[in-house]
């Protein structure tokens, strides 16, 4: 179907990119690529209720599903340069446990604003908080190179 085509292949390419997304934090900075992969995945899931064919849905979507798993490899790859060896363990429990809440809590939610200002309404809002964390982030950074 065509559903299984826009989510099996945006799976498929977060999978091939993923790695790729070590080396890139190496040459130009963590932070850098973690900002760039959340307004990449921002600006594609916005406009997503708005494709006009199944060939720009998946197009949204490998982009969007690219800057997720950059997004996760970069996470990571700051707590592991980041935190001190033995802060590490309770470090990860910190990062996982919204990643639990959000995954029990997250589909209730959506499902209550979906009802209330429709599905569409959500991805411009999920891009919105994408956009927002880059900005966040990239202010917080600019404070601590200070």
């Known amino acids: 179907s065509g559903i299984g085509l826009v ?3 945006a799976a498929l390419i977060g999978a091939l990119v993923s790695p790729l997304a070590g080396p890139l934090g190496d040459k ?5 690529v973690l900002i760039g992969a959340l307004v990449v995945g921002g600006v594609a899931v916005a406009p997503m209720p708005l494709a006009a064919s199944l060939a720009s849905l998946t197009g949204l979507a490998i982009a969007y599903g690219a800057s997720i798993a950059v997004v996760q490899a970069m996470v ?3 707590l592991a340069i980041e935190v001190p060896p033995e802060r590490r363990s309770a470090t990860l ?12 809590a997250g589909p209730s939610a959506a499902a209550v604003l979906a009802a209330t200002v429709g599905v569409p309404a959500i991805y411009p809002l ?3 908080i994408m956009i927002a964390s880059a900005v966040i982030i990239s202010a917080l ?6």
């Open 7 to 9: 989510v099996g292949t």
């Open 28 to 32: 130009v900075g963590f932070r850098a």
């Open 76 to 78: 990571f790859s700051l």
């Open 93 to 104: 429990n910190l990062v996982l446990l919204p990643l639990y809440v959000a995954g029990i």
């Open 126 to 128: 999920a891009g919105g």
């Open 141 to 146: 950074t600019r404070r601590s190179d200070r």
